[in-house]
């Protein structure tokens, strides 16, 4: 599937009107209950507007075991906001408190991470915020990725299809041409991640969790070889991700030169001093 990038000014258009389609603050909790629903979440509640102690929806996630013993929880907070009202860091320090105890004053379990969604954007400081304590996770969602995440898995966007005669060109080229060589050295990749259509738009390369696990709390960059071209590049502050790959990213396939972009998958392993990643 190759997507079409939004402008900068599209993708202002959009936001401006997904604000706009919710009267009121009400409105956008009770479409983030759908959303959330339709994005994976079990478990939605929707709490009352008024005394939910800030937290305006509930919902759960399950892992891999059957018996749900390993389920994870997550208390949300909305705000229907202006693009011109950004969210501050004290809100999110609010929703952390909030999410401490229940309306009975009970401590809440700690299998729980809080998640922020607003139609508008976080200031630096509210980000900053949101990562200061890896014991109280905090996820941000603005307006930018929630328009994203809705148009990637189609709520509330309807799509026409656009025939693209260079592309099936291209697809006739490819399988005119003898069968390429088959590598079978990939096969002892230690772990394989897609690498999403968010992902292409961010810029960024999420890193793995076995890979993330063997990189030191201290590191700021990491020594990777990408489809055998070795270079050092940046980690955030979590070491979740590696920025400054928009050129690997064109490089590799995933960019086009119209700005359009193509899912792929990496794989990942460990060797000597550096993590090798296949892009394919």
């Not at 995440?149 to 025939?163: H, K």
């Not at 069968?179 to 079978?184: F, P, R």
């Not at 292409?200 to 890979?211: D, F, G, S, T, V």
């Not at 690997?248 to 392993?269: E, H, M, P, R, V």
Request: with cysteine; hydrophobic share 35%; glycine share 6%.
């Amino acid at each position: 599937m190759i997507y079409l990038e939004l402008s900068a000014t599209e993708e202002k258009n959009y936001i401006d009107k997904l604000y706009q389609s919710f009267t009121t603050g009400r409105d956008f909790e009770l479409f983030l209950n759908y959303f959330l629903k339709e994005i994976g979440f079990q478990e939605v509640v929707t709490t009352k507007y008024v005394g939910d102690n800030g937290i305006d929806l509930t919902c759960s996630k399950s892992g891999i075991d059957p018996q749900g013993l390993d389920t994870m929880n997550y208390y949300v907070q909305a705000k229907r906001y202006k693009s011109t009202n950004k969210v501050q860091a004290k809100e999110i320090r609010d929703l952390k408190g909030s999410t401490k105890r229940d309306k009975q004053g009970n401590v809440l379990n700690n299998n729980y991470i809080n998640v922020f969604i607003t139609t508008s954007s976080f200031t630096k400081g509210a980000i900053d915020e949101a990562e200061s304590n890896p014991n109280m996770p905090t996820i941000l969602i603005d307006g930018k990725t929630l328009l994203n995440m809705c148009i990637d898995n189609g709520i509330a966007f309807s799509y026409r299809p656009v025939f693209d005669e260079d592309l099936l060109k291209e697809i006739l080229k490819q399988y005119s041409q003898p069968s390429a060589t088959i590598d079978n050295t990939i096969d002892d990749y230690l772990v394989e991640r897609n690498i999403t259509a968010n992902d292409i738009r961010a810029r960024i390369l999420i890193i793995p969790q076995i890979i993330k696990n063997s990189i030191s709390a201290s590191d700021s960059s990491i020594k990777v070889e990408i489809n055998g071209q070795i270079q050092t590049l940046n980690l955030d502050k979590s070491h979740r991700y590696i920025g400054g790959i928009t050129q690997i990213y064109k490089d590799c396939g995933l960019i086009n030169a119209d700005n359009s972009f193509i899912q792929k998958k990496s794989k990942w392993k460990i060797e000597d001093d550096r993590f090798i990643v296949v892009i394919e």
